[in-house]
């Protein structure tokens, strides 16, 4: 992208697409919405499953040394005060007394100024913002509030009483449920040392600034691995190892290399439990932000838990009876922000003598539908009959649509715009040669191909 205007165009286009499409819109819309929350439809939903499929493939299945879990989105408190979170997950945040708008504080100097402030106290803050002049980007003027920490759990309670008794937070990572689970895993697995617990689900942060359509919201998905160590482990070794697991996810989602940055985050900046974070970076359309994290946690949050809960986590080496509480490192991948990267690089505006074709060139396991099946027109009992014939046999192995409706050229339209692979189209010589035209979404080339070698045509182009 060349230039400020062309990147906020490409998001505005995208945000469009999602809606026309039903990859993602806005939340509870007949009643105006809620700010930053987002509904992912049809076509959304089957690409954020196609992409929590290829990454539990990835970093649980393909391994001998990974088990799964699903923990509670609501756990006992003491996990979130053993944890930290409840004492040091926030941010900063300042208001203008003036036009009452509300900023990230760290934000706000960083884009007046450059300077970094993360890590910084309030009161440190303040003096930045003083010595600076930081003017309130909406309306101008200089009247600051005090900066103040605000904590991004978010408080509910449990049970009929709303008193202090009964708070209890939504989770603010996937994490603390692979730590608090850890003895159990391990007591009911065959797993031993190294070995990981990874979960996919959602996570709940009450943040200052949600913005940038699914990059920044309330409520995500986050897909998260712990691996336990020896705490005499090669730690950087295994750190670098799951870097490298971490690239080869972002080229099978598409993303282009030239796009992906891997940021090592200095020691002022980490989160408390970090002795080692790198993050990987993507170049969205509004600038290059943090796509997912790799940290090393060290033994932490076992340690924290064990100190908190009273109950021994830790490990007994079977070979060498070494007693230890296990290091960590840990992967951790936003769900949304993934598919926000994915539907970045898909995104691609052909042009065709007059008309500009938009297409989403997704890998094709992450393509909503594989294959879409036309008759040429609804009126044609054979051609619809045909073309039925064909969608059942395929839908038992491919997500398929069946489209009967508008021209032709319209169908293949829509098509491109969701990013489906094939279309087959059932015409005039079908009935006669069993034969059926089959488009290809990125080259547009149409093929001939009979009914009867459908299945082993689609089996070799999918590589199944
Ligand atoms: P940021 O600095 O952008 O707030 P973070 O460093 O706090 O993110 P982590 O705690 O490492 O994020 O969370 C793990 C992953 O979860 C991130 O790499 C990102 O992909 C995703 N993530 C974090 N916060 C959000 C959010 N508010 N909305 C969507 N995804 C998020």
New binding site residues.
């Given amino acids: 992208m060349s230039n400020k205007t062309e990147q906020n165009d490409l998001m505005e286009k995208i945000v469009s697409l999602c809606k026309r499409r039903g990859f993602v819109f806005p939340s509870s819309e007949i009643y105006g919405g809620l700010a930053n929350t987002w509904d992912f439809g049809p076509m959304g939903v089957l690409l954020k499953n196609n992409f929590k499929e290829l990454w539990w493939k990835i970093f649980v299945q393909e391994r001998e040394d990974m088990v799964g879990l699903e923990s509670s989105i609501i756990m006992n408190p003491r996990v979130w005060e053993a944890s930290g979170h409840v004492s040091e997950f926030a941010d900063m945040l300042i208001d203008c007394k003036k036009c009452k708008n509300r900023f990230r504080a760290d934000h706000l100097v960083e884009d007046a100024t450059g300077i970094d402030i993360e890590g910084k106290s309030p009161e440190e803050a303040a003096k930045v913002i003083e010595k600076n002049k930081v003017k309130c980007p909406a309306c101008g003027k200089i009247d600051w509030t005090k900066a103040r920490n605000f904590n991004l759990l978010f408080k509910t309670y449990i049970g009929a009483i709303e008193d202090e008794k009964a708070i209890a937070y939504l989770r603010g990572?996937t994490a603390q449920g692979m730590f608090v689970d850890f003895k159990e895993i391990l007591n009911s697995s065959r797993q031993k040392i190294p070995f990981g617990i990874a979960q996919v689900g959602k996570?709940f942060?009450n943040?200052v600034t949600?913005g940038n359509f699914?990059?920044?919201?309330?409520e995500?998905e986050?897909a998260?691995l712990e691996y336990f160590m020896s705490p005499k482990a090669d730690w950087r070794k295994i750190f670098d190892s799951w870097l490298k697991v971490m690239q080869r996810l972002a080229n099978e989602i598409g993303l282009n290399e030239k796009d992906i940055h891997f940021h090592d985050i200095p020691k002022e900046k980490r989160?408390h439990y970090s002795k080692k974070t790198v993050?990987v970076e993507y170049n969205y359309p509004f600038g290059q932000?943090?796509?997912?994290?790799l940290?090393y946690r060290t033994d932490y949050d076992l340690k924290k838990h064990q100190e908190y809960s009273g109950k021994d986590l830790s490990y007994t080496d079977p070979k060498t009876n070494e007693k230890y509480i296990p290091h960590v490192v840990e992967p951790?991948?936003?769900v949304?922000?993934?598919l926000l990267a994915i539907l970045c690089a898909a995104y691609t505006e052909e042009k065709i003598e007059k008309e500009t074709r938009i297409v989403m060139k997704f890998p094709k396991n992450l393509a909503p539908i594989k294959i879409a099946v036309f008759p040429l027109l609804k009126n044609k009992p054979e051609l619809v009959e045909k073309a039925h014939d064909i969608f059942d046999s395929l839908k038992l192995s491919y997500v398929c649509e069946f489209d009967d409706n508008g021209n032709i050229g319209k169908r293949y339209r829509r098509q491109d715009e969701i990013g489906t692979p094939y279309c087959v189209t059932v015409d005039f010589d079908s009935v006669k040669d069993d034969a059926v035209t089959v488009r290809n979404r990125d080259t547009m080339e149409q093929k001939r191909v009979k009914i009867a070698g459908l299945e082993a045509f689609f089996s070799k182009n999918f590589g199944k």
């Fill in positions: 990572e996570s942060r943040e949600p699914i990059f920044r919201t309330r995500f986050i998260e989160a993050d932000s943090e796509l997912w994290g940290a951790s991948m936003g949304e922000r993934s």
